[in-house]
């Protein structure tokens, strides 16, 4: 995603790759600090998360349910449950705890991709 981001950067700026410009010379053209796709693909997925942990609905049902039977062979899956773990790090079952608090979960979110885009 982040490799799209850069690429779209460098179309939207007309940066042919041949001028070996270095990314961080790429986003100061545009005026950005720090690519933005990622982050905000990750807030809206985590917040469409508590929105459904929040109310009874098929989303939710769907989203907790489990399948009957043999999963194929290879590499399991990364489910979306897993990816929500990853990107707040806690585990699923705090996770469901805090999203049924609005205000809880909208500093949760805030606070992990803070600490994201500090890494940078």
Known sequence: M???ERWLYRRMARISW????KNKEVLE???L???ELLKTIKTRQLAYYGHIRRHQSLQKSIMEGKINGKRQRGRKRK???GNIEETTTRRINEC???ALNREEWRR???????QETEQR
Do not use: P, Y
């Not at 949760?108 to 803070?114: E, M, Y």
């Open 33 to 35: 600090k720090h690519t």
């Open 79 to 81: 489910s979306w449950l």
């Open 29 to 31: 053209e545009i005026g």
């Open 2 to 4: 982040e490799a799209l």
């Open 96 to 98: 469901c705890e805090v």
């Open 18 to 21: 041949k001028e070996k410009k």
């Open 108 to 114: 949760t979110i805030a606070s992990n991709l803070w």
